[in-house]
């Protein structure tokens, strides 16, 4: 498992189950698509996604071919459930950064800190092509920023318990 993780979080991956659409936008992946015969803008293909290369592989007309993602091609699915786990994601990061803002517990997804980062790496880990706006590393530094919070909070709190019972 631990072998699994570490291939994924510094990318070596295998091709994934996608659909793309054939969409140009450069010079170099208007002559790619010259190349493969018949084939137009707005075609939405299925086919595997390597997301080290960006390479699309796909059959058309009985051949094999290949888009590259952002020069001739636009994915427009990741495979099953890839949207939802993306979605989550964004939810519980959303849920973070209201917590630094806002630092209680009740405020996020899950009843826990713990258990909140838990479940963002799960589907951080879970996800076919990793999102740009959220990196490993990241998780685990927030996860140390909002316990620092937490602590800092529920120290103030004993400490403003404690100033009551005095008086």
Not at 29 to 44: A, D, N, R
């Amino acid at each position: 498992m631990k072998n699994k993780i570490k291939s994924i979080i510094i990318g070596k991956s295998t091709s994934i189950p996608a659909q793309a659409v054939v969409e140009v936008k450069t010079e170099f992946g208007e002559h790619c698509l010259w190349e493969i015969k018949g084939l137009k803008e707005g075609v939405v293909l299925e086919g595997r996604f390597n997301p080290l290369n960006k390479a699309f592989d796909f059959s058309f007309n009985g051949q094999d071919a290949m888009l590259w993602i952002g020069q001739n091609g636009r994915l427009v699915s990741l495979g099953e459930g890839q949207e939802h786990k993306y979605m989550m994601l964004g939810r519980l990061f959303s849920d973070c950064k209201y917590f630094l803002r806002n630092p209680y517990e009740r405020h996020l997804y899950f009843p826990s800190i713990a258990r909140h980062m838990k479940e963002m790496r799960q589907y951080w880990l879970e996800l076919n092509i990793k999102p740009e706006w959220l990196s490993y590393k990241q998780i685990g530094r927030l996860e140390h920023k909002m316990n620092r919070m937490k602590t800092k909070l529920d120290r103030q709190f004993k400490k403003d318990r404690e100033n009551e019972q005095k008086h």
